[in-house]
């Protein structure tokens, strides 16, 4: 089945660590995203990348970087200089990348202890 | 980014009963989308509307693009209980530019059916 497949899915972290979540698309889209979860807020907008090699800063990129090289992978590293991590981090991905709808993959629960 | 302002922000009703949460916006918008996310899921997409005034159905969900671009509403009619989640309005502004910076989402409407 064509998906958004992210793991893990629970990750605990010591302080000063970083992390790197996986975000995984068999649906031969051309962009991805990443995006952060919190409790009475609306989703924001961490990274995109829209092409391979190629990736832009979203409204809240401080802490966090991306890669993508491959097409169907664009993994997220959560770094130590982020301050306040523990969230829920949910990837996503869409054909195009200026419009169309975003699909989902089932999130990664960071908890930072 | 943009604001979107989704209400309500919580919902108990009954089962069976119909639901309406709507999303506005001071601007201007050519897309909107509705997801409904379960506890420690993914959003999942509901409906996608395009055009100013058109009226979209799944189901038991009716989804709506406000005649002015500004809005859009959701309902549900004759609530069961896997109906119960978070559900989400995202708002794509005409003058974005495209690419994801344009993309903008509501808090949520927590949906709760009462025993």
């Known amino acids: 089945d064509g998906g958004i497949t992210q793991s893990p899915k629970y990750l605990f972290r010591k302080e000063g660590q970083n992390v790197t979540l996986s975000c995984e698309q068999n649906l031969n889209h051309d962009a991805m995203y990443w995006y952060r979860q919190d409790p009475g807020q609306g989703l924001r907008l961490i990274y995109y990348?829209?092409?391979?090699?190629?990736?832009q800063k979203g409204d809240i990129a401080e802490g966090y970087s991306v890669s993508r090289e491959k097409k169907e992978s664009f993994p997220l590293t959560v770094t130590s200089a982020q301050k306040n991590p523990t969230a829920f981090y949910l990837c996503a991905s869409s054909i195009v990348p200026d419009g169309g709808e975003l699909f989902f993959g089932e999130g990664s629960r960071l908890t930072v202890l | 980014g943009q604001q979107l302002n989704q209400s309500p922000q919580s919902m108990f009703i009954q089962e069976g009963e119909d639901v309406s949460m709507n999303c506005t916006s001071s601007?201007?918008?050519?897309?909107w989308l509705w997801y409904k996310q379960d506890p420690g899921e993914g959003p999942v997409l509901l409906i996608a509307?395009?055009?100013?005034?058109e009226l979209t159905s799944n189901g038991r969900l009716t989804a709506q693009f406000g005649i002015t671009r500004k809005d859009s509403f959701l309902n549900i009619s004759a609530s069961i209980p896997s109906d119960v989640g978070i559900y989400f309005c995202a708002g794509r502004l005409m003058y974005s530019g495209g690419g994801a910076d344009g993309l903008t989402f509501g808090k949520g409407t927590h949906l709760i059916i009462q025993p």
């Open positions: 601007s201007i918008f050519n897309t």
């Open positions: 990348s829209q092409i391979v090699n190629d990736f």
């Open positions: 509307l395009y055009k100013a005034g």
